[in-house]
């Protein structure tokens, strides 16, 4: 039995992708490698799968139906799917819109056609994002909580994939979990996430924009917290008449924007050159996860803080640096 890894190539799949196949797994990884970001991080991160035994690797856009097809009739013995391949990014949803619609409605749309077709299937984990609870503002945010307020495009077609999924569970009986997502940063992140941003910045001597003076809040997760929580969700599929459930995945902390800088200037040894500006209309002043569901699922405890993962990603990315 195999598991289908869509984003292989993404920093959340890449980490995915090596602890499956640590534990023995067969993993078929899929990716259209965009150039949202610089594809030579993504070849790296791929060049370091691909040596490893249990790895496959098809370049190939999800929407792409029949080359999805040709997939799914190579690889029958697919029994599980993580469906973590997006276009990211709030603020980049506001430049190009389409690129959000085709990439994460359609493209989750066809996972869920794919789910539908393999016969073998057990559970389908998708990446959704805390970016529905949108206007929220009691806190911590809990799955319970309305979600008919986004503030951006991204956030609603990652809402628009919740509900699709729900429908598939209903029609189909497909088991699935979707994962809000917290503010994933670590070792092999991607450069448009702030932290890394900032990083470059500071490394440069260039100045960084701090919304509303850095008094913005996150719930930021390190990446080794989320892979345990994304495995241990998989290897729980829903079970019922109606299979499907929505879970966050988060740290349970929210921390200030302006701790995250003052790491970033310890670790990199250089003072960050300030510059603010008032909080965009597509960002929320704080994220905050409630990870009770999650905790009594699969036993989740994010157990990484920030003042501990922010250094090993200053390690690595002086090493990718060059620094």
């Known amino acids: 039995m195999s598991v289908l890894l869509t984003g292989a190539a993404g920093f959340i799949g890449y980490h995915v992708a090596e602890a499956l196949l640590a534990r023995g797994e067969g993993v078929i990884g899929l990716d259209c490698l965009t150039d949202y970001y610089d594809v030579r991080l993504k070849q790296a991160r791929l060049e370091r799968l ?12 999800l929407t792409d139906r029949d080359g999805m097809a040709a997939l799914l009739a190579r690889h029958a013995e697919i029994d599980r799917i993580v469906h973590l391949a997006a276009q990211a990014g709030v603020r980049h949803s506001m430049v190009d819109p389409y690129a959000y619609v085709a990439s994460n409605v359609m493209g989750h749309l066809a996972v869920l056609e794919a789910a539908r077709h393999a016969p073998k299937l057990v559970h389908l984990v998708y990446a959704s994002s805390s970016s529905v609870y949108g206007a929220n503002s009691r806190l911590p945010f809990a799955e319970t909580d309305a979600v008919d307020t986004p503030l951006s495009l991204y956030a609603a077609t990652k809402r628009a994939d919740e509900l699709m999924s729900h429908a598939y569970a209903h029609l189909f009986a497909i088991p699935q979990t979707g994962l809000r997502f917290f503010t994933v940063y670590g070792p092999w992140g991607r450069p448009d996430m702030a932290y890394y941003a900032f990083a470059r910045a500071i490394a ?17 997760t390190y990446i080794d917290d989320i892979v345990a929580g994304v495995l241990g ?39 960050a050159v300030l510059r603010d500006a008032p909080r965009p209309r597509a960002d929320v002043t704080e994220t905050f996860a409630a990870i009770d569901a999650l905790a009594a699922l699969t036993g989740f405890a994010p157990h990484t803080p920030l003042d501990v993962g922010i250094p090993r990603f200053i390690a690595w990315f002086k090493a990718w640096h060059m620094i």
């Open 233 to 271: 969700c998989l290897d729980r599929p829903p079970e019922g008449a109606m299979p499907q459930r929505v879970l966050n995945i988060g740290n349970h902390r929210s921390e200030a924007v302006s701790d995250l800088i003052a790491l970033l200037e310890a670790g990199l040894g250089r003072r």
């Open 50 to 61: 691909s040596g490893q035994a249990g790895f496959t690797f098809h370049r190939l856009d």
């Open 204 to 220: 440069a001597g260039e100045p960084i924009t701090v919304y509303d003076g850095g008094r913005l809040r996150r719930d930021f």
